[in-house]
């Protein structure tokens, strides 16, 4: 992909070799987690997949998440147990603190995040965090939710709204992902910047507009 560096928003260069937190987001039938499982694939030695904490069967979805009852979920809020927590479709998801225990020690992290949930995560996590869109093609996404078969039709169309409505949103500092075609070729503007992040905290560390350990003593 000749243009791989084009598609990276200009803010989304790297600036240090601080610890950041890649919140990816898209919509429902983006394929989110077959991405990030590629991406892990790609660079296990140096990114780590946090897993979800969510309110529904352990079975349920193509997604390895830890499975809470709803009265388990709230006691771990109540006791401050995740960093980033929401509620979409019905169900209560949670990012646990252990993420801020990763980037604290200089680890890379991917989490499946929330578009609606995107601006506290960055209150949290400052210039830490990486916007990570994946996008589809409209007439792809409603044949994959149409394939899989969970949604009514009533449902897809709402859920093409709203994905269109994203597409048309311009997140500052974020990567861009088309996973309209093969999963190889959706990564690859990822890779571009990644292998750049890696090639500058080789060199040298500029000034962070704001430390991590900061941005966490202050959330």
């Not at 997949?49 to 352990?58: F, L, M, W």
């Not at 993420?99 to 020690?105: A, E, G, H, P, R």
């Not at 039709?153 to 093969?182: F, M, P, T, V, W």
Request: proline share 1%; charged share 25%.
């Amino acid at each position: 992909m000749d243009n791989s560096r084009e598609t990276i928003n200009q803010s989304a260069t790297v600036k240090s070799s601080a610890a950041r937190l890649f919140y990816v987001i898209g919509p429902s039938g983006a394929g989110k987690d077959s991405v990030m499982n590629l991406i892990r694939d790609h660079w296990s030695q140096h990114i780590v997949i946090a897993h979800r904490y969510i309110t529904r069967d352990a079975g349920a979805g193509n997604e390895n998440h830890v499975a809470l009852s709803q009265r388990e979920f709230t006691q771990r809020k109540e006791k401050c147990l995740f960093a980033l927590d929401w509620q979409a479709n019905g169900y209560c998801y949670g990012i646990g603190c252990e993420v801020d225990t990763w980037l604290k020690k200089g680890v890379d992290v991917m989490v499946n995040g929330s578009r609606a949930h995107l601006k506290q995560a960055q209150q949290r996590y400052g210039s830490a965090l990486v916007p990570v869109v994946i996008t589809v093609e409209s007439e792809i996404l409603k044949s994959r939710l149409i394939a899989r078969g969970r949604e009514s039709l009533q449902e897809i169309e709402q859920r093409l709204i709203r994905a269109k409505q994203l597409n048309q949103q311009r997140i500052e500092g974020a990567i861009l992902l088309d996973n309209s075609g093969c999963l190889e070729q959706t990564i690859e503007v990822f890779n571009v910047y990644y292998q750049q992040r890696l090639e500058a905290s080789d060199r040298l560390s500029f000034n962070e507009p704001l430390a991590l350990n900061e941005a966490l003593d202050e959330s």
